[in-house]
């Protein structure tokens, strides 16, 4: 995928990302990149939570933090928090960040693109 069709951005305080969520998806995980039908790219994540009284919301930045390795404290949502469709921002070295999210959503040989 090249570099303008990424769906994150980086920041001096780290990254921000583009996300569509699936609630109750049977696990949590990050299941690559999508390309919406507007053709804006966005990370796939699943989560178990159900989208209610915010907890999908919670189990997002849980997933994000541990899947990037920084604190929970460093993720938030920056928009979408009632869509399935969300900005998140990650606190921390954007390159390293971007590195990690690069790995987390290339596509793994066993699934079909």
């Known amino acids: 995928m090249d570099a303008s069709r990424v769906p994150w951005r980086y920041s001096t305080e780290g990254i921000s990302v583009a996300l569509r ?8 995980d990050i299941d690559g990149i999508e390309t919406l039908a507007n053709g804006r790219s966005v990370v796939k ?3 178990r939570a159900i989208a209610e009284g915010g907890e999908a919301n919670r189990a997002v930045t849980e997933l994000m933090a541990k899947a990037l390795g920084v604190p929970k404290a460093r993720v938030r949502i920056l928009s979408g928090t009632t869509s399935r469709l969300k900005q998140v921002a990650v606190d921390g070295d954007p390159k390293s960040l971007g590195d990690s999210l690069r790995r987390l959503t290339a596509v793994k040989p066993d699934t079909k693109d």
């Open 21 to 28: 969520v699936t609630p109750r998806g049977g696990r949590d």
């Open 45 to 47: 994540v699943r989560v």
